[in-house]
């Protein structure tokens, strides 16, 4: 298997314009987990959802952020306007139902906005 | 938010000896814990779960949990160089899957 696919792998972006990242899930697994990782804060959790269901959007930091599953193969994160403090490193992760709590990382998505 | 803490190190251990990582949580009712190794610039990887209090070995691993003081700990036997990397503690709450994690411990394993 492919593994978690995401991209792109690094964007920079001025402030005030629109960034989608996107995440192909591992095929089969029925959660999928975006995070969000900097020095200061670590790695949250943004939002996560469950054959296609967003479940938990309480870790989503604020309207600007917005984020779909329009198929069990396809989801995005969607920053619209972005801020410098938007920059970060973005993953997503997917799970089996079976096994909920064994996520599989993707390689991560680096945003940079100036 | 519930709390996970690490001490952020860096731990330096050297080769051969076993590195001890630790890590607190402050949800009584988390249920399940998780240790995840991030090399530099790449994803985290699971490395081993503990569901249960007691001590659970995975080759050179062995991950420890004492429910009743509300920490989990991480023991690397026989470090290697190449166990050099942030590891990072996550536990998930009384409901739901969604993980919590610390801010993780650097591990620097000296030749």
């Known amino acids: 298997d492919a593994g978690v696919i995401q991209s792109p792998r690094h964007e920079v972006t001025e402030m005030g314009q629109e960034v989608t990242l996107r995440c192909k899930p591992i095929?089969?697994?029925?959660?999928l987990f975006w995070y969000r990782q900097t020095m200061m804060r670590g790695l949250e959790l943004l939002i996560y959802?469950?054959?296609?269901?967003?479940?938990?959007d309480s870790g989503m930091p604020e309207d600007r952020f917005s984020a779909k599953m329009p198929n069990a193969s396809f989801s995005t994160l969607k920053i619209q306007p972005s801020e410098p403090r938007d920059s970060a490193v973005y993953f997503c992760a997917s799970s089996l139902i079976t096994a909920q709590e064994t996520q599989y990382f993707g390689p991560g998505t680096r945003l940079l906005v100036l | 938010q519930k709390e996970v803490e690490q001490n952020s190190g860096p731990l330096s251990v050297p080769e051969g000896a076993i590195a001890s990582l630790n890590c607190t949580y402050s949800?009584?009712?988390?249920?399940?814990f998780f240790w995840y190794r991030q090399y530099s610039g790449k994803s985290p990887e699971l490395i081993m779960f503990?569901?249960?209090?007691g001590d659970k070995e995975d080759g050179r691993f062995t991950a420890q949990l004492n429910k009743a003081s509300q920490y989990v700990s991480l023991l690397i036997r026989d470090s290697q160089p190449s166990d050099s990397a942030t590891y990072l503690c996550?536990?998930?709450?009384?409901?739901?899957?969604?993980?919590?994690f610390g801010k993780g411990t650097s591990l620097l394993v000296t030749p």
């Open positions: 095929s089969g697994h029925d959660y």
């Open positions: 996550a536990v998930t709450p009384n409901s739901g899957y969604a993980l919590n």
């Open positions: 503990i569901y249960s209090n």
């Open positions: 959802f469950n054959n296609n269901v967003p479940i938990d």
């Open positions: 949800d009584r009712g988390s249920q399940s």
